[in-house]
């Protein structure tokens, strides 16, 4: 299984959110993340997400618009 770290690419797996990716921004402890992407940025439980193998280049903190250009640089977006 892919760890839990910043940067690590996840598709939520419940919630209104599910089946969207989001990026680990911060980790808050052993229980709940950070996340931002595709999602709004808020604190999630682990049990809710699904860690892919892939990783993005990001400062733990990253702001908004960089985990959207590093998932973009990625092609990890959902054009819509």
Do not use: Y
Request: hydrophobic share 40%; proline share 1%; glycine share 8%.
């Amino acid at each position: 299984m892919a760890a839990i770290e910043v940067g690590r690419v996840c598709i939520k797996t419940s919630g209104r959110e599910a089946g969207k990716v989001c990026v680990i921004v911060d980790v808050i402890d052993k229980n709940f993340v950070l996340v931002d992407g595709e999602v709004k940025r808020r604190r999630c439980n682990i049990k809710h997400l699904e860690p892919t193998d892939k990783k993005v280049d990001i400062q733990k903190g990253a702001s908004t618009e960089e985990v959207k250009l590093a998932l973009d640089a990625a092609g990890l977006l959902n054009k819509e």
